[in-house]
């Protein structure tokens, strides 16, 4: 592979299967070229949605996009591995939650990339579905930003979904959002919420939920999305900066790269405990929401408990 | 040698060669969380920098 063909490049300046230059190391170590990147990251999409059976054929897929790297990597790669499951379709599903100097960059950048795929997009809003938008229901309760919008977010999201008629929702978690999330719950002592499965689904009660890049590292993501050209610069959501997860980003950020692996491991270690605490041994008896019927604790679950709160 | 980092500022930085993993580690940034473009190409962080190179430094945008 080195020599002529590779233009005098010597073998370290070029990726480990052509000649071409490498852009990026892979877990493994090997250099891999964009051509190459960006095969490996949509195989590896595809062995995941495989393994978990994340896809059936004939399935409508809702695909949720925010319009940021995640979510715009994920429908690109998507669109071009759906033909791998018969009779497939996806709908790009966006939710506009209302956040000033935001969320309308975002939608843009959302809608862009539909329109050039060509792959049909429900847009819908807080402001529509609750009433109001994030940014009042967030006035005084900005610490708990995340927590009200990610609860908003997947009623959202579910009932999106089920108005387009889709049988599974994907979202854009990559290998490093599921690691944090392992590490957010332990933190926090939630077990319930560590050892639920939401890929499996409970009949009647919530679509299942698929994750195609969740083997697969943020900074790859960004990469794939460089070398084909598909990025968009857009502002970070202004009410991270508050929350848990980004000081436990820092965290593994730093452990990752000291010890190798470790998000693997924090990922493993989740299924682990998955296999060994199904849904029906947690503590407390689990039962539909008696205002929308998904499996809860309570009397509520907690999207119907956080809109009670929010006065709705 | 042109050091871009990620808020655009520049530092000129000696031209002695050096894995831009450790010119990374010698600014303070964890060779994880961004991505390099060296001479205007995204390149691996094991990949050296010298001379005249211009290395800008891209942080990985969070957010999906």
């Avoid at chain 1, 490093?176 to 639920?196: F, T, W």
Wanted: aromatic fraction near 4%; glycine fraction near 10%.
């Amino acid at each position: 592979m080195a020599g002529k063909e590779g233009g005098g490049r010597t073998g370290e300046d070029q990726c480990a299967f052509c000649p071409e230059p490498p852009v990026i190391r892979s877990g493994s170590g090997e250099r891999l070229c964009a051509r190459h990147l960006t095969a490996d990251i949509e195989r590896r999409v595809r062995d995941n949605l495989r393994v978990t059976r994340g896809i059936a054929p004939g399935d409508h897929v809702a695909v949720a996009l925010s319009g940021g790297k995640d979510s715009s990597c994920m429908l690109l790669i998507l669109n071009r591995i759906l033909g791998e499951w018969a009779d497939a379709s996806i709908t790009a599903i966006t939710i506009d939650e209302g956040i000033a100097g935001y969320r309308d960059g975002t939608i843009r950048a959302a809608c862009s990339l539909t329109r050039r795929l060509g792959v049909r997009h429900h847009v819908t809003s807080f402001s529509e579905l609750f009433g109001h938008d994030l940014d009042h229901f967030l006035q005084g309760r900005e610490q708990r930003a995340c927590t009200i919008c990610g609860v908003l977010r997947r009623r959202a999201l579910a009932d999106a979904a089920r108005s387009v008629g889709a049988a599974r929702i994907a979202t854009g978690h990559n290998l490093d959002d599921e690691a944090q999330s392992v590490l957010m719950n332990i933190l926090r002592g939630d077990l319930a919420r560590l050892a639920q499965d939401s890929t499996t689904g409970l009949p009647g009660c919530f679509l299942p939920r698929i994750k195609p890049l969740s083997v697969i590292s943020e900074r790859e993501v960004f990469t794939y999305l460089l070398v084909k050209g598909c990025y968009t610069d857009l502002p970070e959501c202004p009410y991270a900066r508050s929350a848990l997860r980004s000081e436990v980003r820092a965290m593994l950020d730093e452990l990752e790269y000291r010890h190798p692996g470790t998000r693997e491991s924090l990922i493993r270690s989740r299924d682990a405990i998955r296999k060994q605490v199904g849904p029906a041994s947690l503590p407390g008896d689990l039962h539909a929401c008696q205002s929308c019927g998904a499996m809860c604790s309570g009397e509520l679950c907690q999207a119907c408990r956080t809109l009670r709160s929010l006065g709705i | 040698m042109q050091v871009i980092l990620p808020d655009r500022t520049v530092q000129t930085m000696p031209g002695d060669p050096v894995p831009i993993e450790q010119l990374l580690l010698r600014l303070g940034i964890l060779p994880t969380g961004v991505i390099v473009v060296k001479n205007g190409r995204i390149v691996p962080d094991d990949v050296i920098a010298s001379g005249d190179d211009v290395v800008r430094i891209i942080r990985v945008a969070h957010g999906g």
